[in-house]
């Protein structure tokens, strides 16, 4: 699936399931609430504190997942081409950081 298909899959399933997108607001509310999810499982499975049983069985594919989509969505609200937009992000990137991480010391 490429960036594109996800953003009009994404838009074809608000549109029939999920009956509307929920307003900018509420959409960048809920991606918080899906990152700290994502955050939450990472440091229980990465960090030093342990699993509560609520955290038992949860998915980490599952839970980055659930950030991509409202991520989506909010980009689709917003008119956002997120193929055209993470293509000039790599642009910026390599432009900024051509030398900069091969110079970091705290990288070697």
């Known amino acids: 699936m490429t960036i594109q298909q996800a953003q009009q899959d994404v838009d074809q399933w608000i549109k029939t399931v999920g009956v509307r997108y929920f307003n900018e607001l509420t959409n960048l509310g809920v991606l918080m609430e899906e990152v700290g999810e994502l955050s939450r499982l ?27 989509f409202v991520l989506i969505c909010l ?3 917003t008119g956002v081409d997120l193929t055209a937009a993470l293509e000039q992000n790599f642009q910026k990137k390599n432009l900024r950081d051509a030398n900069r991480h091969l110079n970091n010391e705290k990288l070697q």
């Open 42 to 68: 990472m440091v229980r499975k990465y960090g030093e504190q342990s699993f509560k049983e609520s955290d038992k069985g949860k998915d980490l594919g599952d839970e980055m997942a659930d950030v991509l």
């Open 75 to 77: 980009a689709n609200q």
